[in-house]
């Protein structure tokens, strides 16, 4: 994902780890691939009608909250029904290559519980909040669509802040408590196929909490009613707090953020292999200075910028 355009630096993080990871099966970067992923992304937009409504909100008629627009707009993120900018065009084919693999195609099956996608780093500050909310936001603009975003950063939840909303009862709450059942913790709102489950309040033994076998349960009852909600994790750096490494093993499809020119090779794979509970691992490459394809979005011919 881009900053800015080019001047162009060769050598770039995304360029060395390309050949250095790709020996490791399961994983793959999203910008790497950039052809096949823009292949992908066409095929999936001729999949997609785009006039077909939005699917009612299945289950949830109650009030909804209202997200702050300013604050997404200072904050970088992407405004629903707003401009078409770098980071939305982006994001739109960053989900399409994870909605393959939650939903499966005509030539591959889906990914089990690919509908479960956390999103992690190595170390802190590398933009895991900043992709998990771009990427929700993304996610429930789709027709087909809703998303639950996660915050499964325990320690430092940021993700109501980060929405301008209020704390709340979240996901820990309902992993400790077993009287709590988890839907009540969910925060509807006024973004058009978007949830939040808080994090909640925080234990001295969250990692147990998640290692339980009543996790797979609550995580169960996320989806068992809605079959078209894709749940994302925000999580803790896997190499500064331990939920990281159990959390993948709940999910489907892990996305690693790699910070451009700041994550070292050791971090990566020191991580990768703390998330190896989770087949399905793929690297997004954020904060770059330039695009190896020369590939830059947002400002073309009929978007207006
Ligand atoms: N591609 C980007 N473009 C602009 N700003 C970004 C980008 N990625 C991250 N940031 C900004 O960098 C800061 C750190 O990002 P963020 O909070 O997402 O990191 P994090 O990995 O979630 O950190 P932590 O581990 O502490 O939770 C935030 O202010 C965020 O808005
Ligand atoms: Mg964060």
New binding site residues.
């Given amino acids: 994902m881009n900053k800015y355009s080019p001047p162009k630096k060769p050598g770039s993080l995304l360029e060395r780890a390309g050949e250095i990871y790709d020996y490791i099966p399961a994983v793959r970067t999203v910008e790497h691939r950039s052809d096949a992923t823009e292949a992908l992304a066409l095929e999936a937009s001729r999949q997609n009608v785009s006039t077909v409504p939005r699917r009612p909100m299945a289950t949830y008629d109650g009030p909804r909250v209202i997200v702050d627009r300013e604050k997404l707009t200072e904050a970088g993120f992407i405004v629903p029904d707003g401009p078409v900018t770098a980071i939305s065009e982006e994001f739109r084919i960053i989900k399409r290559q994870l909605l393959l693999a939650a939903k499966g195609s005509q030539k591959c099956e889906p990914v089990p519980h690919g509908e479960r996608i956390l999103i992690c780093s190595a170390h802190p500050n590398e933009g895991?909040?900043f992709c998990a909310l771009n990427l929700a936001l993304s996610i429930a603009a789709e027709k087909d669509n809703e998303v639950l975003l996660v915050d499964a950063?325990f320690a430092?939840p940021?993700i109501l802040s980060s929405l301008g909303l209020e704390g709340n009862k979240g996901l820990m709450d309902a992993l400790a408590d077993p009287h709590l059942p988890v839907e009540n913790c969910i925060i509807h709102t006024d973004i058009p196929g978007l949830a939040i489950l808080p994090a909640g309040d925080q234990t001295n033994a969250d990692t147990e909490y998640l290692a339980s076998s009543r996790t797979e349960q609550v995580l169960n009852r996320l989806t068992q009613n809605n079959p078209n909600r894709i749940v994302i994790f925000?999580s803790p750096p896997a190499l500064s707090a331990s939920p990281a490494s159990v959390l993948a093993t709940h999910v489907g499809q892990v996305l690693m953020v790699v910070k451009a020119d700041e994550t070292t090779e050791t971090a990566l794979r020191d991580a990768l292999s703390l998330l190896g509970g989770c087949e399905h691992i793929q690297l997004l490459l954020n904060g770059t200075k330039f695009s190896p394809t020369g590939r830059r979005f947002g400002s073309y011919y009929g978007y207006g910028e």
């Fill in positions: 895991k909040t950063d430092k940021s925000d």
